[in-house]
């Protein structure tokens, strides 16, 4: 074990110079701030497909459609390669986030008294790490409910489970159907700032596209949070069955 | 005008400071905010007591000496500076808190005086253009769109007076940092050092120890020279291209 350590400090002591600039750009405040907005549109792409796929219970046909796009998702070769890159894209983007708020709070050690912003200054801007932390989560038990039982009896027997009886069954409590909605409403306001902000912190602002930004960013955050909330609404109404 | 006013007093950097109330019954709605605190600091130095320090210069606005944390907001409820807010922005008998700015960059130098060097070493750092020596060169000997010259002109009106830094909730300073970034790369005469100079300042900021930015749009709504948020984006820009593509200096000119 000794040996390793020593190796990586030296490593580190004496490695070439030519990655200089890029662990000083990524350790830089405006390059971890481009690492959360790289990884927050991936995780924006991932809901697109995640939102679509899911709308397909909306057919209301047994769940046919949903689980033929489920079990096209759940063992295609280049998407299974691709969610190694989606885990990767949360872990980063919640790891960098939680780095983030500690040296942001580090930066004023000492808090005002009375704190009064400006109304200029949303609410949900200021709050993306509470907003970020409800998420993280609503994440837990999400992907408890779905995606770690699904994945790991495919990885013990190699046969999926039917998703479509377990969201029938999972929402068929209450308690869990308010949760959703309410992991939904975090998303939402997370979006709402969060799909805006990306565009900034890459730089891209500019008068020509700001509306259009602007524009796609809030009917983002309202679309797809909203079809999202209604499925176990749905479910539990029996809607969808 | 009666006031109460509670007032943060600390004696040095290293004492620990608490509020302290004070009743204030001389003023006038016409006072500028500045003069109401001098008021009150002749009434304290008669009465043999330490007066409230604070910072101020210029009392008219472009200097950015004044600070000032006023009913939880920098500069007080107006987005101007402290020295042109005046007492008729405040209700008769209201409860007025005062507090130095807030950050780990601009530490408390006595009562409500903060340290705001930080903007200077992160100036020094790169926010200056190369001119050469000899004789004065013609005005308007280079061309420079008129739309682009305002543009620069906007960034540079900055006065630094750190508002955007105790406005923000990460205590960041990229608002100050992009504008004087902003109104050298926008002008020819800002290109040679271009981009050493916003790898320098953001790498200077950084050292600092001020927060990232997340896009609240805080330090924009307080700013008293209505510096816009465009130009954190165009820093960004700036500082990307700049890390990607600059020259890295392996060999050397010939001069040794």
């Known amino acids: 074990m000794r040996s390793i350590f020593g190796f990586l400090y030296k490593y580190f002591q004496t490695r070439p110079t030519y990655m200089n600039w890029f662990s000083q750009l990524i350790t830089s405040t405006i390059g971890k701030k481009l690492i959360m907005a790289l990884t927050g549109l991936f995780l924006i792409s991932f809901l697109i497909i995640h939102c679509t796929i899911n709308a397909m219970i909306f057919l209301n046909d047994g769940g046919v459609t949903f689980s033929h796009w489920g079990h096209f998702m759940g063992t295609n070769p280049v998407i299974r390669t691709l969610e190694i890159g989606l885990v990767a894209g949360f872990l980063i983007h919640i790891f960098q986030g939680l780095l983030l708020i500690k040296k942001n709070r580090d930066s004023r050690p000492v808090r005002y008294q009375v704190e009064a912003p400006s109304p200029k200054s949303t609410w949900y801007s200021r709050s993306m790490g509470l907003l970020g932390t409800l998420l993280l989560l609503f994440l837990i038990m999400h992907t408890a409910h779905f995606w770690i039982p699904n994945r790991s009896n495919q990885f013990a027997t190699g046969e999926e489970l039917n998703l479509y009886q377990m969201m029938l069954n999972i929402f068929a409590d209450p308690l869990i159907v308010i949760l959703y909605v309410l992991g939904c409403i975090s998303l939402a306001w997370h979006l709402l700032h969060g799909f805006w902000s990306a565009f900034q912190t890459l730089g891209l602002n500019h008068q020509r596209y700001n509306s259009i930004i602007h524009f796609v960013g809030t009917a983002f955050a309202i679309v797809v949070p909203l079809i999202f909330a209604l499925m176990p609404i749905a479910i539990y109404l029996n809607w969808v069955h | ?256």
């Open chain 2, 1 to 256: 005008m009666k006031l109460t006013l509670k007032i943060w007093r600390q004696k040095n950097n290293n004492s620990k400071g608490e509020f302290k109330t004070y009743v204030h019954d001389h003023v006038s709605p016409d006072m500028s905010f500045l003069e109401m605190l001098d008021v009150l600091n002749e009434g304290l130095v008669k009465k043999g007591e330490e007066p409230v320090h604070f910072d101020h210069d210029c009392r008219e606005g472009i200097c950015g000496m004044c600070s000032l944390y006023i009913n939880g907001r920098p500069h007080g409820p107006l987005q101007t500076t402290t020295c042109q807010l005046h007492m008729r922005s405040f209700k008769d008998g209201e409860t007025i808190t005062i507090e130095p700015w807030r950050a780990a960059a601009f530490p408390v130098v006595k009562d409500l005086v903060v340290d705001r060097s930080a903007f200077d070493r992160i100036q020094q750092a790169g926010g200056y253009v190369s001119v050469n020596t000899g004789g004065v060169p013609d005005g308007n000997a280079i061309p420079v769109p008129k739309k682009v010259a305002d543009e620069a002109m906007d960034a540079a009106a900055c006065i630094g007076c750190g508002a955007c830094v105790a406005a923000c909730k990460n205590a960041s300073a990229m608002l100050f940092v992009s504008a004087k970034v902003s109104q050298y790369a926008l002008l020819p005469q800002g290109q040679p050092e271009r981009k050493e100079r916003v790898e320098k300042m953001v790498a200077q900021m950084d050292e600092e120890g001020f927060g990232a930015c997340t896009n609240t749009k805080a330090c924009e709504a307080e700013c008293p020279k209505s510096i816009k948020i465009t130009n954190i984006a165009r820093m960004n820009r700036e500082y990307y291209s700049s890390m990607f593509t600059n020259y890295e200096v392996t060999v050397s000119g010939g001069g040794d």
